[in-house]
């Protein structure tokens, strides 16, 4: 092999042992992030539109399936792969998942959009395959609301992918409500508050990668929160080859126990970009859940998963969606909405109505709907004062019957 080839090969590594002693130099004196990781850092926060769509399969082990509990399984398992799309452009995000289980029923889909000022969800579910005799459960539903009226940590898109991926998307309607753009995990991890704490060298699989760590302290759920669980150490391991993207992922607790790993393979540079993006993630979870009207965030930490979630994408998609993709619609006859969108609406339910067989008619079901919902909310306002005097009235009246009963009970105690 001759000095001229051996050199481009060798580079990755001396550039990697350069900057991890440059690395730890800086740490000691408290800077941040290493140049090279930095950069790679900002390459996710100038990705201004993607669309991925990939398949998500969930398999449980056989330690999951004796610690989950049953009905929490069947969640977390769901019916089988899931075909699952994200998307996000201009502070705009949609996301669609559809079921691929093997049986003679529809697939199922379900949808969530965000058009910079509403939110939509709209889903699709059969339950039988004579689409000619469909209850009304089985009809499509689409509902719609403005963020103002939800509560701020509610969320409504699934991120697998992009977690596993090392890129953070806004999810929470507080996050929503802002103006937001993608960033990579450790960027969001620091921005919350977040610190390094190391940065060394690594060897995954023969690979030679940095390591970096960082540390956050978090509110854990319950009353009382274990320290195990008040800080949450990641790891991250970037490959220096592949211009530091993130190849894998470790989140412990307090104690050192591992609870994700996600792993990244088969990357592919987008086009026009020089992120670059895995085809197939594996993300192990050593936690296991609790149930939701449970306390806490898990029952306990196995040495081995409890279940694994496997992702393949199929498309990578830079180009811009227009607007209107972000803005889902249910037109077909018989469908179902729920249309919290009006002004006069505060919460997220709002006119129900049914789009009617002829088109032509729908914007006056909708208008007849709304004169019902805007004088029954006018009727109940006005019988707001009437029932708080009728409670008044008849605690006023309990409470004097109990006097009488009690000042009767006494003479009857006094009497000879």
Not at 12 to 18: D, E, F, K, Q, S
Not at 133 to 144: A, E, Q
Not at 310 to 333: E, G, N, S
């Amino acid at each position: 092999m001759s000095v001229a080839s051996f050199v481009p090969r060798l580079a990755p590594a001396v550039a990697c042992g350069i900057v991890v002693i440059a690395g730890c130099r800086l740490h000691a004196q408290g800077a941040e992030v290493p140049e090279p990781v930095r950069l790679a850092l900002v390459r996710c926060a100038d990705l201004r539109a993607l669309a991925v769509t990939w398949v998500q399969t969930v398999e449980a082990t056989p330690i999951g399936r004796a610690k989950i509990a049953a009905d929490l399984l069947d969640k977390i398992l769901g019916d089988g792969p899931v075909v699952q799309q994200m998307a996000f452009c201009n502070g705009r995000i949609y996301s669609r998942r559809e079921t691929q289980a093997e049986t003679s029923w529809p697939p199922r889909t379900y949808e969530v959009a965000f058009d910079g000022k509403l939110l939509y969800t709209a889903h699709n579910l059969f339950y039988s395959g004579d689409l000619r005799n469909r209850g009304p459960r089985d009809r499509p539903y689409l509902h719609k609301w403005s963020p103002q009226n939800d509560a701020p940590e509610a969320s409504y898109f699934p991120d697998d992918y992009f977690r596993a991926a090392g890129i953070r998307l806004p999810t929470r309607i507080k996050e929503l409500a802002s103006s937001w753009h993608p960033q990579a995990e450790l960027s969001a991890l620091l921005a919350e508050g977040g610190r390094m704490e190391a940065v060394g060298p690594a060897e995954l699989e023969g690979r030679r990668l940095m390591r970096v760590q960082a540390k956050r302290q978090c509110a854990a759920a319950g009353p009382q929160p274990s320290l195990e669980t008040k800080a949450i150490q990641y790891d991250f391991y970037f490959d220096p080859e592949w211009d530091y993207t993130l190849r894998r992922l470790e989140i412990r607790d307090g104690a050192g126990r591992l609870l994700t790993r996600s792993d990244c393979a088969e990357f592919e540079q987008l086009d026009g970009q020089r992120l670059q993006t895995p085809r197939l993630c594996r993300v192990e979870e050593y936690a296991v859940p609790r149930a939701a009207e449970e306390q806490g965030s898990f029952l306990e930490v196995c040495p081995s998963p409890v279940y694994i979630k496997k992702i393949q994408v199929h498309t990578f998609d830079v180009k811009p969606w227009p607007d209107d993709r972000f803005q889902l619609k249910c037109l077909a006859p018989g469908a179902y909405v729920n249309d919290a969108s009006f002004p006069e609406i505060k919460g997220k339910d709002g006119v129900f109505y049914q789009v009617p067989a002829d088109p032509q008619r729908l914007d006056e079901v909708i208008a007849l709907r709304r004169a019902l919902y805007q004088g029954w909310r006018s009727a109940e306002k006005r019988s707001r004062p009437l029932r708080v005097l009728f409670l008044v009235l008849n605690g006023a009246s309990l409470a004097g019957l109990g006097v009488y009963f009690l000042v009767r009970q006494r003479k009857k105690v006094r009497s000879p």
